[in-house]
């Protein structure tokens, strides 16, 4: 998987949010909040490229104290939302 | 003969070299001349762009977007050496190009005949919009009004009643007057205030003031039967200003740039939401509630 060209995380008083900006993505018309989390796998996601689940749920646990279990489910969660709102392909 | 001509608009300096005969068609330039001559560098306000207004057509280039907008067409693009185009369009006509330069500080708008004063209005909107975007400007599709010597933007998609409810508040409320009813500018200041700007662009309401005011608060219209406003604040204050600026987002520079205004607007200027009638009773408690 990875994140569809022209979404850009932004700070936006104060909160983490997704906007559509590129040519691929102007016609987004919506802001996605993100949780401190859900932004840290953004930025995980962006910098990656292509990313699994696993991938990203095993990131999670070297940078925080979660247990395998937790993560993948956390991650498993994001994922479904980002594929839900068609930020992710 | 031509000849180059300066204007501030936002308190930035624009050059248009063009022949004599377009000066009948920049009338609504006039209030925003500026004489520089006998200025120094440090005397002026520093060159945003220059355009060069010229007849003729280009040759082909890449099409990247096109948007559309009462009846009008507007195609951007870049040529071949990656410089920006935007063609104009009018039911179906082309009536110029405009190739920039990859930072818009020059253009240069090709005419082709046809709808001649738009091409040359929407080629100086573009490079104004373009060009300041990361000087903390942007050009607003917005009415403005002003009162007690504080201006307030009125927002809302196209056909949602921002003039008619900037003419509400004339009628209405006593002092106020209108600053531009269709594209005001806006600039955040380094120590964070926000002034709003008249420009020569104002839709179809003849209103070329050169005039400005710190901006008051900002107000997004929605028609509805009944008359109800609400404060806005954080990410909602800023998807409520976001649509109502002319940008192209997708050259992440301007959007980086537009995005700090933005939110520098969000944060720092009251902005509201007004489910609204077009009655008297509507500007009046908008009034009410958003002036101090």
């Known amino acids: 998987m990875k994140i ?86 | 003969m031509t000849e180059t001509r300066y204007y501030t608009v936002a308190e930035h300096l624009l050059g248009v070299k063009a022949d004599d005969i377009f000066l009948p068609l920049m ?33 082909d280039y890449i099409e990247e977007y096109s948007q559309e907008d009462e009846g009008q067409d507007t195609i951007c693009g870049h040529t071949a050496g990656n410089d920006p185009v935007f063609e104009f369009r009018w039911d179906g006509k082309t009536a110029g190009w405009l ?30 919009a373009m060009a300041s975007s990361c000087t903390g400007t942007a050009l607003f599709h917005a009415a403005a009004v002003s009162l007690d010597g504080r201006g307030y933007m009125f927002l809302g998609k196209s056909g949602t009643g921002k003039s008619t409810h900037a003419s509400l508040w004339l009628k209405n409320i006593p002092g106020s007057g209108l600053m531009n009813d269709d594209n005001p500018a806006v600039r955040v200041k380094p120590d964070g205030t926000a002034v709003v700007y008249g420009t020569p662009w104002s839709g179809k309401t003849p209103c070329y003031r050169n005039v400005s005011a710190p901006l008051g608060g900002i107000v997004l219209l929605s028609q509805a039967p009944y008359n109800s406003i609400t404060r806005l604040k954080g990410i909602g204050a800023y998807a409520a200003v976001v649509p109502s600026i002319s940008g192209k987002r997708w050259d992440s520079r301007i959007a980086d740039g537009l995005h700090d205004t933005e939110n520098a607007l969000a944060t720092s200027i009251p902005v509201w939401h007004l489910d609204c009638l077009p009655d008297a009773e509507a500007a009046r408690l908008c009034k009410e509630t958003i002036t101090v």
């Open chain 2, 99 to 128: 190739v920039c330069t990859p930072d818009y500080r020059q253009g240069t708008l090709h005419l082709s005949g046809h709808d001649t004063k738009a091409a040359l209005d929407n080629s100086l909107m573009i490079l104004f």
């Open chain 1, 4 to 89: 569809k060209k022209g979404f850009v995380l932004r700070q936006v008083c104060g909160e983490n949010v997704i906007v559509g900006e590129g040519l691929d993505a102007i016609n987004f018309g919506r802001m996605l909040c993100l949780n401190e989390t859900a932004a840290w796998l953004w930025k995980k996601a962006q910098d990656t490229g292509d990313f699994t689940v696993e991938s990203l749920a095993n990131a999670l646990c070297e940078e925080f104290e979660v247990t395998p279990e937790q993560a993948l489910t956390d991650v498993k969660d994001t994922i479904d939302s980002w594929t839900d709102i068609g930020v992710i392909e």
């Open chain 2, 27 to 59: 009338q609504n330039y006039e209030p925003f001349r500026h004489d520089i001559s006998g200025k120094t560098d440090v005397e002026r306000p520093p060159l945003l762009f220059t355009l060069t207004v010229t007849e003729g057509r280009i040759t």
